[in-house]
């Protein structure tokens, strides 16, 4: 039995590498060579990260999770909504075209 998703996104959802930007490296007073240090990741990584050109994959997450102590379902959980928006707006029209179907 499926469920109707009738919550419409009308903003993209925060990447990330944002949040890592704006909320954790502040709170932690972490810089970008810190927390690749912290994390076990080149400055690259992070800084790709922080600017929201490469998404957070699962490796990444369970790094994250362990060092703020948090899940690396968390970090996984955004990227999903970040990668769903971007997918949804890329195929609007197609999926837009196709017709639900109906139990019999």
């Known amino acids: 039995m499926a469920l109707p998703n009738t919550r419409v996104l009308t903003r993209r959802p925060t990447h990330p590498g944002e949040m890592l930007r704006e909320d954790f490296l502040p709170d932690y007073e972490l810089t970008v060579a810190g927390l690749a240090e912290a994390a076990g990741v080149s400055r690259q990584s992070v800084n790709e990260l922080l600017r929201g050109r490469r998404a957070v994959s699962p490796e990444?997450?369970?790094r994250l999770g362990r060092l703020f102590g948090n899940a690396?379902?968390?970090w996984m959980n955004a990227q999903r909504s970040v990668d769903l928006y971007d997918a949804a707006?890329?195929?609007k029209?197609?999926?837009g075209r196709i017709t639900?179907?109906?139990v019999a």
Do not use: I
């Open 93 to 95: 029209d197609d999926v």
């Open 89 to 91: 707006q890329r195929l």
């Open 72 to 74: 690396p379902e968390f």
């Open 60 to 62: 990444m997450a369970l």
């Open 100 to 102: 639900p179907l109906r």
